[in-house]
């Protein structure tokens, strides 16, 4: 049976030092939740609470109807995936991989068929008698995760699981990772601080500052319709414009007006109008701005234009186009209707 995560009113002091604020979570059963936020926000903590290495201030944990904060983290049926691939370098692969096993007693015959089964899920069903120094980074990673899931765990623990290995590495590893989860369907909570790695992994994302959440939804709401200005800036590149607003429309530096998808939206920072949203028409004269830089990526080329007295962001996609000079007079031409933004202030954030 799926389990569930609750996590209420939860508050972790470290002497003067409020680390989290009283968090307030739900996470449903099989879902794949992000905890997202800057260096310090809390996520980590959060993570470490939840699995029971850390002791909350106040505030209770429950698996489904089971309160569990009092019970020891080897008794929680937690998985925990660390950073660091705390491998044992003098056992083998299969040994490292059934050490859950043998702390919970499990029988000899099923003990091998469970590790075996978990090798094969990862990848290595060949390497369970070599030792982790024979084994590259990755393939060390994924030796941790078939430990962890080897216990069949209520819910898999990621704290930041990826940020050792290099880039492309991380992206296919990042992909079986996230295949996995979901063939095996179990809870999981994932802390990272990779705006790019939330999105491609997380049901939902949970985006954290100052020991509080900030905004919870899905990647996509997340990242088109964010409801704060700190959400849009952390979770993505984003021009955030000052603009004139009135009846359900603004009006922006430049002199173009839209109409406003949000309209009622109170606390109001700016407009957010993502890089890929806002695009450019070079012209001979007349322009609203000029390049004033621009960085090829492969398949699509990063400009920055100044108009209206600030620098603004466009992201043109296809590698093959020719690229505008620096200097280049461009219209700018946003989005049909655009988004509000709203300044966050402490305590008004929603798990809901």
């Not at 978990?118 to 070599?130: H, I, K, P, T």
């Not at 295949?179 to 990779?194: E, F, N, P, R, W």
């Not at 603004?250 to 606390?267: S, T």
Request: charged residues 25%; neutral net charge; proline residues 6%.
């Amino acid at each position: 049976m799926l389990a569930s995560v609750s996590i209420r009113r939860l508050t972790k002091q470290f002497g003067p030092n409020r680390v989290l604020k009283g968090i307030d979570l739900e996470i449903p059963p099989g879902r794949l939740v992000v905890l997202l936020g800057p260096s310090g926000c809390g996520k980590t903590t959060l993570l470490r609470t939840i699995a029971g290495i850390s002791d909350p201030t106040d505030g209770g944990i429950w698996l489904g109807e089971r309160r569990i904060d009092d019970v020891p983290p080897e008794k929680r049926n937690f998985g925990l995936v660390f950073q660091t691939y705390a491998l044992f370098p003098h056992l083998t692969v299969a040994r490292n991989v059934s050490f859950g096993l043998e702390m919970r007693r499990v029988g000899k015959a099923e003990m091998a068929r469970r590790v075996a089964a978990a090798l094969e899920l990862v990848g290595l069903g060949d390497y369970a008698e070599r030792l982790p120094r024979q084994l590259s980074g990755g393939q060390q990673q994924r030796v941790a995760l078939a430990r962890a899931i080897v216990i069949e765990p209520d819910v898999l623990l990621f704290d930041e699981p990826l940020s050792n290995l290099d880039a492309k590495l991380r992206d296919s590893l990042r992909e079986d990772l996230r295949a996995l989860q979901q063939k095996l369907g179990i809870t999981s909570i994932y802390v990272t601080h990779d705006q790019s790695e939330a999105m491609a992994l997380g049901d939902e994302i949970v985006v954290m500052k100052d020991g509080e959440i900030v905004e919870r939804g899905a990647p996509i709401e997340l990242y088109r319709r964010p409801t704060y200005r700190f959400t849009a800036e952390f979770l993505g590149m984003t021009n955030v414009v000052e603009a004139e607003i009135d009846a359900g429309s603004c009006r922006l530096p430049w002199g173009d007006v839209r109409p406003l998808e949000n309209p009622d939206a109170g606390n109001v920072e700016g407009v957010a109008i993502r890089p890929e949203d806002l695009l450019i028409e070079p012209v001979e004269s007349g322009g609203h701005g000029t390049i004033e830089q621009s960085m090829f990526m492969g398949a699509a080329t990063h400009y920055w234009i100044n108009a209206a007295g600030r620098t603004f962001r466009s992201i043109a996609s296809g590698g093959g186009s020719a690229i505008l000079p620096k200097g280049q007079q461009v219209r700018l031409v946003p989005p049909a209707r655009l988004h509000l933004l709203q300044r966050h202030v402490a305590g008004s954030g929603s798990a809901a």
